[in-house]
C-alpha cells in the first residue's frame, strides 16, 4: 500500500520506531508497553501494518504474531541505517520471548533505553568499534569476532555508567561454545555487565559455564519466568550478584 505524503502521526511513528529497533514484536508486548488491551494493540500494528509500514508474520501455531517495520516505516521513521527483520520458524520463538524480556526492561528501568541487537550492529558498524559486545577473537582478516547481545540497556542521563548487556538464552548450547561466550563476557569492559535471561532447562549448563569462565561478578542469571509475566522483575539489579544456585 502506499503510503500517504503526510506520512505517520507521532504514535504511530513511535510504535513502528520501536518495532524497528526492537527488530520483531508482539501485540502482546506492546500492550503491556503501553499498559492497554492485546486487542487495542493489534488493532494500533495492524492498522501500521495496512499502511504499509509493518509487516505480519506467524510462523509458529498457536504462537503469538509477529510484526517487523518494513522498508517503507524505516525510511517513515529515518532508521535508514537498519535492514528490515526478517522473521523465520527457526528464530521466532526466540524473537517472542526477546520482545517481552524488552519490555519488562524498559518498565524495570525507565532510566535506561532498550535496543535491539540490529540496532546495536548499525551503531557498532557506523563507529568501526564495539560498542557492547564481546570480542570471542579474530578474524582472518584481523578484525574482531564479535558476540552481540539480543539487548542492550543505556542509560539515558549524561555521565551514567556503561550499559547493560542482556541475553535471552532458550536452547542449551554447546558447552565449550558457552564457556567461550561467557568468557569473553568476562574480559569485556565497554558493558557494566550481563544478565542472562534463561530457559529453565538452560539455568544449570549456564551457571556451569559462567562457573568455568569465572565470570560470576561480571554475569548475572535470572530465570525467564520472572520476565514474562509471571513475577516481577526486579529493578536495579546488582551487577555483581551471584548466579542463582539453582542454577
Do not use: F
Amino acid at each position: 500500500m502506499v503510503l500517504r505524503n503526510s506520512g505517520p502521526s507521532p504514535e504511530r511513528a513511535a510504535m513502528v520506531r520501536w518495532t524497528a529497533r526492537i527488530g520483531a514484536v508482539t501485540a502482546e508486548a506492546l500492550a503491556e508497553r503501553d499498559s492497554a488491551t492485546v486487542a487495542s494493540a493489534r488493532g494500533r500494528l495492524q492498522a501500521a501494518e495496512r499502511a504499509g509500514l509493518l509487516s505480519c508474520s506467524r510462523p509458529l501455531a498457536g504462537r503469538p504474531a509477529l510484526y517487523t517495520a518494513t522498508p517503507a516505516g524505516l525510511r517513515a521513521t529515518e532508521l535508514h541505517s537498519l535492514d528490515p527483520c526478517r522473521v523465520t520458524a527457526s528464530n521466532a520463538g526466540h524473537a517472542i520471548e526477546c520482545a517481552t524480556v524488552a519490555v519488562r526492561l524498559q518498565r524495570a528501568y525507565p532510566d535506561h533505553r532498550v535496543m535491539g541487537e540490529r540496532e546495536l550492529r548499525a551503531e557498532e558498524s557506523e563507529h568501526g568499534a564495539a560498542l557492547a559486545s564481546a570480542v570471542l577473537g579474530m578474524r582472518p582478516d584481523g578484525a574482531p569476532l564479535l558476540h552481540r547481545p539480543d539487548l542492550v540497556l543505556w542509560p539515558t542521563a549524561a555521565g551514567e555508567s556503561l550499559p547493560l548487556a542482556v541475553e535471552v538464552e532458550l536452547t542449551i548450547k554447546a558447552p565449550r561454545r558457552l564457556r567461550d561466550i561467557c568468557r569473553a563476557w568476562a574480559r569485556c569492559r565497554c558493558v557494566e555487565g550481563v544478565l542472562y535471561v534463561a530457559a529453565p532447562e538452560v539455568l544449570r549448563p549456564l551457571g556451569r559455564a559462567i562457573e568455568k569462565a569465572q565470570a560470576s561478578d561480571r554475569i548475572v542469571v535470572l530465570a525467564l519466568d520472572a520476565m514474562a509475566g509471571r513475577d516481577q522483575v526486579p529493578a536495579n539489579s546488582t551487577l555483581g550478584s551471584t548466579v542463582p544456585n539453582d542454577a
